[in-house]
Structure formats: C-alpha cells, structure tokens
C-alpha cells in the first residue's frame, strides 16, 4: 500500500492526507440522507463493533453477580480494575509495540514524521513521552475509570436509579446505544472546551497536550481533575433509563476508545494490501494545533462554532486569521 496514493508529506516530512476530513452527516447542513447512508458504516465499523463487543464480553463474563455488587467490597473493585487494566494494557501496548516500538510499518501513513522515543524531554516524567503517559493511564486514569463503574454497577445492583430491563424496554435500549458514541462525543466537547479555558487548561489539560506527537499511551495521559470529568457523562445512566450493558459500552467508548485519536498514524496496515483506518486524523490535529477540532467531527459542532480543521490550507489560513484576531482583541 502506497501512502502517496492516499496522501502528501511536507516539508518537515509529516504526512496529511490528500482528501478533507469531512465532518458527521448526520446533523450537518444541507442534510443528505445519501451521505449519511454512506457515512453509517464508518459510524459503526470498526470501533463502535469492537466497543460494543467488548462491553458485551464483559457483562456476560467478566463483571460479578448482582448479589456480589450490591454491597462495595475490595474483591470484585480489584476484579473490575484489573480487567480494564488488562484490555488498556493489551491493546494500547499492543498498538504501541507493532506501530512505535517494532515499527513494522515504519512511518507509513505516520502523521507527525517523528517518534516520540526519539525525542526525550524534560516535561515528562523520567524524561520519557511513554513512561509518563503509561503512569498517568494506570495511575489514575483506570482507578477513575473503575471507581465510575463500580459506583453505577452498584446502583444499578440496588436499584437506584431508573434502570430497564432488554424485555421490557428493548427499543428505547437500542435507541440509546445507537446514540451513545454521539453522546460521548457532545459531553467530551463541552468538558474539553471547559479544560481549554486558560486557567484551566495550564492546571489541567496541559497534562495532556504535553504529547504534541502522541501515540497511543497518551490517549488516557491526563490530569486527575480531567479524568474526573471525562468520565463523568457516564452519570447519564442514573438520570435516564439505562442498562449495565450500555453501562459498559459507554466506558469503552469513552476508555479503551480515547485510543482512536492518538494512534498517530492515518491507516494501521493489515498486509501488504489491507489496512484500518484510525479516523485519527482530526484530534491529530488538534493535539499539533491546541485550537482546533474540540470533538472528534462526528457531530459537526467544531464547524458551527467556527473550530473545525479539515486539514486544508484553507482550515489553517481560517484558524491563523482567528487566532491573530483574538490576539489583537486581547491587546486592546
Ligand atoms: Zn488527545
Ligand atoms: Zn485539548
């Protein structure tokens, strides 16, 4: 598979591809439903299957039984955190390895021409990009992610909250998971633009921006503070009727998910001729760029809040003139 075929390099040696990224349909103007008809598969395949799948693994085989969950105890917490823990560890190091340690693709289809491992720096800890996000992932990053779990599984085990059952309120159920990765999406870009404050962003999200070149251990590289609020849209399962399953899935999307955006390369090779694509691309940019592409583009709130970055010299002249705008008002 030829990159070139898909894309361009700079100058620096950074690769972008040819074609715009083009935001969601769904709720983009004017409404097509041809595009969303053509957009639907890249919604589901591959990582919202994955997602789901694993979430559902998970709540057959791998989460404890109701009566073991209704009161909080060490054992099954562990149990919970050490399977996350174990997927978290399975497939970001996995991505890690095959892209960023063995290199098996070299830099094809590599957005930022160099490897983080190349460039040792100070700000992070032990001077190393991966020992620091890996520490911040496992150190508080899975705690948080598990301590929002097991609160919602042990309410759901006592009943508090409006919880449903498949039988009866099968629709409504679907309804919601179909619609739980845009959830996701609008709840990450509200708590993302509140983190982008000044005040905020130096206490906080600044932890995270520190990978300018991230790779898939910084996808949960983050500040506490910030861990605490990117999950908190899984508290929309005690507000509105809900299942542990769509629990689960939630908690993919949001955990093992934040790795879609940090993989770094636009394409993963499967052979000599196959290959996944990351739709890493826009928060690629918005790791490179700080100002840009608050959500991920499914839902197209960057566009209508004048923020979208399509990659085009046209987005970058856009995002330049705003920025020396903003910069001239803050002289004033
Ligand atoms: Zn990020
Ligand atoms: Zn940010």
Redesign the pocket.
């Known amino acids: 598979m030829d990159e070139q075929d898909y894309g361009n390099r700079n100058r620096r040696g950074d690769w972008a591809p040819n074609k715009p990224l083009e935001v969601g349909p769904l709720l983009d103007w004017p409404w097509s439903p041809m595009r969303v008809l053509r957009w639907l598969p890249s919604y589901f395949l591959p990582w919202n299957v994955l997602f789901m799948a694993a979430g559902a693994v998970f709540w057959v085989w791998l989460t404890p039984s109701p009566e073991s969950m209704q009161s909080l105890e060490a054992g099954w917490i562990a149990f919970i955190l050490a399977r996350n823990s174990a997927l978290v560890l399975l497939l970001y190091g996995g991505l890690e390895l095959r892209l960023y340690v063995k290199r098996r693709q070299g830099g094809r289809f590599k957005y930022n021409a160099k490897f983080p491992a190349d460039q040792p720096s100070k700000i992070f800890f032990f001077g190393s990009q991966n020992i620091d996000n890996a520490l911040r992932t496992f150190g508080s990053g899975l705690p948080i992610w598990t301590a929002y779990e097991v609160m919602l599984l042990w309410a759901w085990a006592n009943g508090f909250g409006p919880w449903a059952t498949f039988g009866d309120s099968m629709w409504w159920l679907v309804g919601f998971g179909l619609v739980l990765p845009l959830f996701h999406e609008f709840h990450f870009y509200c708590i993302h633009r509140l983190i982008h404050i000044p005040a905020l962003y130096r206490r906080v999200h600044s932890v995270?921006h520190n990978s300018v070149n991230?790779s898939p251990w910084?996808?949960l590289s983050m500040h506490p503070v910030e861990h605490l609020l990117y999950w908190s849209g899984t508290l929309v399962h005690v507000l509105i009727p809900s299942h542990p399953l769509l629990v689960l899935y939630h908690l993919q999307i949001s955990g093992t998910g934040a790795v879609i955006?940090?993989v770094g390369f636009d394409k993963i090779e499967t052979g000599k001729e196959g290959a996944v694509d990351t739709h890493a691309f826009a928060?690629y940019l918005?790791?490179k760029y700080f100002e840009v592409n608050y959500a991920d583009g499914m839902l197209p709130i960057d566009k209508w809040m004048g923020t979208w970055h399509d990659g085009t010299v046209e987005a970058q002249n856009r995002m330049m003139a705003r920025i020396k705008k903003r910069n001239a008002g803050q002289l004033d």
């Open positions: 995270h991230p910084s996808s955006g940090h928060h918005h790791h």
